[in-house]
Structure formats: structure tokens, C-alpha cells
């Protein structure tokens, strides 16, 4: 197990021993998700790589049902998380209570016919004939957006399964370049919009004290991305908010979950591989109140300073399977 593993797992198994659980009748705060007029949960129960760390399966049945029955409402999944795995497990966890869970897949295809097929079969996977949100998943660069936006691409196929009503909503998703991410919202009719954000990811454009700006650091999803999406009231989601480990020890838990929801956000989407982690951020979900903007720029710039760099490398050729 890695240094920033076991971290992780000791960290938050002490926080979640002394702040336990504390629940109002099951639910959570929850926000209207931009112009979609959808109501979702704070936080939403990650499908993706931290969730396919529960290798047995009633063992991920029994965290998602910890997790829908401590009030989370919004799925997030993909078809790429396991080649199907991930939305099969959902599927079966959503029997008799799909009407309660917000569910969003992602598409990685960017061929229109593939990506119709591969919906396909998210749709029996997930015990469903409609879905509440498809994302375009993983959008990477110019070359990429291209291959989206082309003729027959995913999007006009997307466009086509929002007419149809196979899916409610339509999104992309991006944790690689936010200037990409931005021209995509810009451009084209989409419903949300899932981007990176937390505090070490802020973009800087000049030194303070002895900190040395590397030149390949690039802007933030926060400073581009996001005015653009709050702009055309798209649903925003939040994703890596700790960073995906990388952030914990640096500061409370609390304070991470707290920074990225106090964003023009609706709902942050957070890996949960155990029960425990399931209880700990229900339960910082539920004390949440929005920190102050002087506390969330001298948080941003301690944690910035230490590891933006170091993220942006990692995040321009992370694939979260």
C-alpha cells in the first residue's frame, strides 16, 4: 500500500470515528442542478475507480446501498469504469428506487454509432430505459473536441438521444485542459458540465513569497471553465475535490469538501472505497456550510503553491477506469 494510500485510509477512518454519521431523516442538502430544474444531493456516489476497489460484488451492492440509504441521490458512472462493471453494479443496487436516484453515465466513444451502441448496453446494465444524464466523457484537447464536434461524432448522437428521450440531459466531462473544456460550453447546447475542482487546482499568474510559477502551469478549470458554465446556467458537478488522495494530510477533510462546494457547484462527485468514507463525507455533507471567500483564497493559495504543478502533470494523463 502506498505512503498516500495508507493516509488516506488513516486519516479518514479517525475523522469518521470522532465526527460520526448525523443524518436528517435520510436526507441531504441539495441544490437545483442549472438550467436542467433537477434537484440533486451535495454530494453524489462516485462509480469510478474508488468504487471498483469493492472487488467482490455484494460488497459494492452493500456500499451503494449504505450510500442511498444515508440520502446520497446522484450516481455518477461509466461505461468505461470496468468496460461495464461499475454501471452493471448500479443497476442491480437501483432496483425499486430508480425514481429516487439521479443516475449519469458517461460516454467515452467518439464515434456516433459506437457511442449509441455502447449506450445500449448502459441501458440494460443499468435496468433502465432512460437515464437522467449522459456526459461525454473525458473531453483531453483540440484534436479531441474535434473528433467530438465532427460529423456523425458523439454529440450529434447525443443531441439525437435527448430528442428521443433516452437521456434527460446532456454533458461533458473534463479533467485535463480547461481552456478545451471552456470552448465546448461555449459552443455547443449542452445541459451540465462535470470539471475538476478543488483548491490546489486555482490557477496562479505570478509568484508570491518564494514560490516559483512553473511556465507549463496552466489555468483552472475554476477560473476558466466554470464562469463560462455559470454563465449559460449549465448544472455544474464537481470532481477530484481531494485531489483523489494527493490532498489529504494537507488540510481537514472538511475543508477540501467544503472548498469545492462552496463553488457555483451542485453536487461533488467523491470516490468512496469503504463504508466508513461513505459515513464521513455523508456527514460532512450534512454540516457543510459555505466557507468565506478570504478563507477559501488563503486555503487555495497554501495548497496551489505545494501541488498544482505536480496535479496538472498527473491530471493531463489520468484515466480514471
Do not use: W
Not at 488516506?8 to 475523522?15: C, I, P, Q, V, Y
Not at 481531494?242 to 469545492?260: M, N, V
Amino acid at each position: 500500500m502506498s505512503l498516500t494510500r495508507r493516509r488516506f485510509l488513516e486519516t479518514t477512518a479517525l475523522a469518521g470515528a470522532a465526527a460520526g454519521c448525523k443524518t436528517a431523516n435520510g436526507k441531504l442538502p441539495s441544490r437545483v442542478l442549472g438550467r436542467t430544474g433537477a434537484r440533486v444531493t451535495i454530494l453524489a456516489m462516485g462509480g469510478g475507480s474508488r468504487f471498483l476497489m469493492y472487488k467482490e460484488e455484494d460488497k459494492a451492492l452493500e456500499a451503494l446501498e449504505r450510500a442511498f440509504g444515508l440520502g446520497i441521490g446522484y450516481m455518477d458512472t461509466a461505461y468505461n469504469y470496468g468496460n461495464g462493471v461499475s454501471e452493471e453494479r448500479v443497476g442491480k443496487a437501483l432496483e425499486g428506487r430508480r425514481k429516487e436516484i439521479f443516475v449519469a453515465t458517461k460516454i467515452g466513444a467518439r464515434d456516433g454509432d459506437e457511442a449509441r451502441r455502447i449506450l445500449e448496453g448502459s441501458l440494460k446494465r443499468l435496468r433502465t430505459d432512460q437515464v437522467d444524464l449522459i456526459h461525454i466523457h473525458s473531453l483531453t484537447d483540440e484534436e479531441d473536441l474535434a473528433k467530438v464536434e465532427a460529423k456523425g461524432g458523439v454529440l450529434e448522437t447525443l443531441y439525437k438521444l435527448r430528442d428521443e428521450k433516452i437521456t434527460r440531459f446532456i454533458g461533458v466531462t473534463s479533467h485535463t485542459d480547461p481552456g478545451v473544456l471552456a470552448q465546448a460550453l461555449e459552443r455547443h447546447d449542452f445541459d451540465c458540465t462535470q470539471m475538476a475542482l478543488n483548491a490546489a487546482l486555482v490557477g496562479m499568474t505570478s509568484g508570491r513569497g518564494k514560490m516559483v510559477i512553473n511556465p507549463d502551469m496552466k489555468p483552472s478549470f475554476e477560473s476558466i471553465a466554470l464562469p463560462v458554465a455559470t454563465r449559460k446556467n449549465l448544472g455544474v458537478i464537481a470532481m477530484k475535490v481531494y485531489a483523489q488522495e494527493d490532498l489529504i494530510g494537507q488540510a481537514p477533510l472538511d475543508k477540501l469538501l467544503a472548498y469545492s462546494l462552496s463553488l457555483p457547484v451542485a453536487t461533488a462527485v467523491v470516490g468512496m472505497p469503504q463504508l466508513g468514507f461513505i459515513e464521513e463525507n455523508v456527514s460532512m455533507a450534512q454540516a457543510f456550510r459555505p466557507l468565506e471567500a478570504a478563507e477559501m483564497k488563503s486555503l487555495s493559495d497554501e495548497l496551489s503553491s505545494r501541488n498544482k504543478a505536480a496535479l496538472d502533470r498527473r491530471f493531463s494523463r489520468h484515466a480514471d477506469a
